[in-house]
T-cell receptor
């Protein structure tokens, strides 16, 4: 079955640092890849998505590139702010399995001012 | 309004007792989902409704029930809670299953079973 792996459980940065969150996936199809963000006290919300038609997604200063060769979808941001502190989930949608998201375990980002 | 609401936010239950969690959305979404989230684990899909059709995951089929009396409301029912049910339960909705990548989540209900 499909799977998503996020090896970093937590990332701690200072403001203006560069952010890199690792995500790899495993599937037999060409899925849509997504990043969701969950702020404290809220549910996850969609941050960005990338399909096979467009290999890069950009939103709110975050970007992720769909790399079919390495089956990776890492999340990056050039300069983080304290307000970016949240849990980030990588996820995929298998086009053959309607309506289902497969999530990674999440990476908690803590940014200090 | 893209709000999904969940009640209660915190629930304490005794082993062997039933638990009923409620979710509502006002976006007229056709599809509603329930996930279970444990610490350091990925959210796990338990079931979802597309309109009035319930789809349950094979490995949780017997553990969770659900009802959707109308388009806006969906419940998650546990007939007899066990310690392993302690988790955060997230409800979500989407326009329809083909838009399943864009799910709107509620804040979750934290269930503690003692």
């Amino acid at each position: 079955g499909d799977s998503v792996t996020q090896k970093q459980g937590q990332v701690t940065l200072s403001e203006d640092d560069f952010l890199f969150i690792n995500c790899t996936y495993s599937t037999t199809t060409y899925p849509t890849l997504l990043w969701y963000v969950q702020y404290p006290g809220q549910g996850p919300q969609l941050l960005l998505k990338v399909t096979t038609a467009n290999n890069k997604g950009i939103s709110r200063g975050f970007e992720a590139t769909y790399d079919k060769g390495t089956t990776s979808f890492h999340l990056q941001k050039a300069s983080v702010q304290e307000s970016d502190s949240a849990v980030y989930f990588c996820a995929l949608v298998d086009p053959q399995v309607v309506g289902q998201l497969t999530f990674g375990s999440g990476t908690r980002l803590q940014v200090y001012a | 309004d893209t709000t999904v609401k969940q009640n209660p936010r915190y629930k304490l239950a005794r082993v062997g007792k039933p638990v009923n969690l409620i979710c509502s959305q006002t976006m007229n979404h056709d599809t509603m989902y329930w996930y279970q989230k444990k610490p350091n684990q990925a959210p796990k899909l338990l079931l979802f409704y597309y309109d009035k059709i319930l789809n349950r995951e094979a490995d949780t089929f017997e553990k969770f029930q659900s009802s959707r009396p109308n388009n806006s409301f969906c419940s998650l029912y546990i007939g007899s809670a066990g310690l392993e049910y302690s988790a955060m339960y997230l409800c979500a909705s989407s326009r329809d299953p083909d838009w399943g990548y864009e799910q709107y989540f509620g804040p979750g209900t934290r269930l503690t079973v003692l």
